[in-house]
């Protein structure tokens, strides 16, 4: 397993959490990390990601609200979801990406790149 993703759960509007993604890749600070986010229906959606220079990026749904972090020694990636929203529910992947892969901040927010996904961990926001 390259990557795992854990940390989800049943949650209140407002309510905060912190998702976390272990990974076992060789070099892992050479990956960026990515955090995407699916509900049943509907297309996967970026949410935000973190480059293996720390750049960070997210979605404007997002944005203000979530976190994303690393510890490249620790070989984890992190992301930290304050002011839980409803339609923050969903199943939440963490993916990884050699950086070289990635030409530009679309190819970064689209999925297609990644070479390495997470189980998914659910994380459901009661209204």
């Known amino acids: 397993v390259q990557l795992q993703a854990f940390g989800g759960g049943l949650v209140q509007a407002g309510d905060s959490l912190r998702l976390s993604c272990a990974a076992s890749l060789r070099t892992f600070s050479n990956y960026h990390m990515g955090w995407f986010r699916q509900t049943p229906g509907k297309e996967r959606e970026f949410v935000g990601a973190?480059?293996?220079?720390?750049?960070?990026y997210y979605s404007d749904s997002v944005k203000g609200r979530f976190t994303i972090s690393r510890d490249n020694p620790k070989k984890m990636a992190y992301l930290q979801m304050n002011s839980l929203k409803a339609e923050d529910t969903a199943a939440y992947y963490c993916?990884?990406?050699?950086?070289?892969?990635?030409?530009?901040?679309?190819?970064?927010?689209?999925?297609?790149?990644?070479?390495?996904w997470g189980q998914g961990t659910q994380v459901t926001v009661s209204s």
């Open positions: 973190i480059t293996s220079a720390g750049d960070l």
């Open positions: 993916a990884a990406v050699w950086w070289t892969r990635i030409r530009n901040v679309h190819s970064l927010q689209g999925g297609d790149e990644y070479e390495y």
